[in-house]
């Protein structure tokens, strides 16, 4: 982070933390992020970050795109990739040389885990550093959730927060959706990305059931098994892979659920597609580093 003014930066910084999903509200002068690949190598935490003005400017630059946002709009970045963002520094939102040390900008930002979204990565870098509305549609429903949560915490209690996280996560998820499916109508039916679409969805709509597998997808969808295998190689991972890391997150969050925590983890792992306990544990420890039952008696006790 670096501000042109430092004798006068000044920065406020509300912090929430929503179970994965992580809220801050900014209210700061002039000033520049840069993330180098340098840093990404050093560190990376895989996150989704969203950025939405509420007061003053904002730029953003990355994936060869650059965007100049103002109130009642939102834009998305990746931590996994280079970016440059820009706050304050006049209307065009370049931190130029004419920074006012007395020009505040305020900001909402962001935070999802991006395997939390069931989104593939060639699909996000599609939405990323681009104008979308917050005033409007669904992006104005999250946008005003986004403020209001930021604007009214005391109305929550410790236990809220992980049913909060969700709900703004599935409302971005319905965002990125909105504006995807905006696109692929240009796509035929049975094109790479609209099929992938279509499995994406039976997917969801199917992860309780014990018996998915890549065979059953590629039956349903009326495709070969091999195909559905090429279709997923753009995204880095397996059909069986991307399936258990869907089933584990909707796992997670269920065990984070206070509401559910007398609901043994074994029936929840059923519930989830997962046949064996044992099996469901061991994925468990290997993706988030902690034991089903650990993780239900942290979050537990973080509800108070």
């Keep these: 982070m670096v501000s042109r003014t430092p004798a006068t930066f000044r920065a406020t910084i509300r912090e929430l933390d929503l179970g994965p999903v992580n809220l801050a509200h900014f209210a700061t002068t002039a000033f520049q992020v840069q993330r180098t690949a340098h840093l990404i ?10 950025v939405m003005p509420l007061r003053g400017s904002l730029g953003l630059q990355q994936a060869e795109r650059q965007t100049v946002l103002g109130p009642s709009q939102l834009s998305l970045y990746d931590s996994s990739r280079p970016f440059h963002l820009h706050l304050g520094g006049g ?6 040389h004419g920074d006012d ?6 900001l909402m930002r962001l935070f999802v885990p991006r395997r939390a979204l069931a989104v593939p990565v060639d699909r996000l870098d599609r939405l990323m550093a681009r104008p979308l509305p917050a005033d409007t549609g669904i992006g104005g429903l999250l946008g005003r959730l986004i403020q209001g949560i930021a604007t009214d915490t005391l109305a929550y209690q410790a236990a809220d927060a992980l049913r909060i996280g969700a709900v703004a996560q599935d409302l971005l998820l319905a965002v990125l959706a909105h504006h995807l499916d905006a696109e692929d109508t240009a796509y035929e039916e049975n094109s790479p990305q609209a099929l992938l679409t279509r499995i ?5 709509d199917n992860l309780p059931d014990p018996q998915l597998s890549p065979r059953a997808i590629a039956a349903a969808l009326h495709i070969s098994l091999s195909y559905l295998h090429r279709l997923f190689q753009p995204r880095g991972t397996t059909v069986s892979a991307w399936i258990r890391t869907q089933r584990l997150e909707k796992a997670r969050r269920a065990l984070g659920d206070p509401t559910l925590r007398t609901v043994p983890v074994h029936r929840i792992a059923r519930q989830h597609g997962f046949g064996a306990h044992e099996t469901f544990t061991r994925a468990f420890r290997a993706t988030y580093g902690i034991a089903p039952t650990d993780y239900r008696r942290h979050t537990s006790a973080e509800c108070g």
């Design 91 to 96: 209307k065009d939102g370049h931190g130029g």
């Design 101 to 106: 040390a007395d020009d505040v900008t305020t």
């Design 200 to 204: 994406d969805a039976f997917v969801q």
């Design 41 to 50: 190598r050093q560190a990376d935490p895989e996150l989704i970050g969203l």
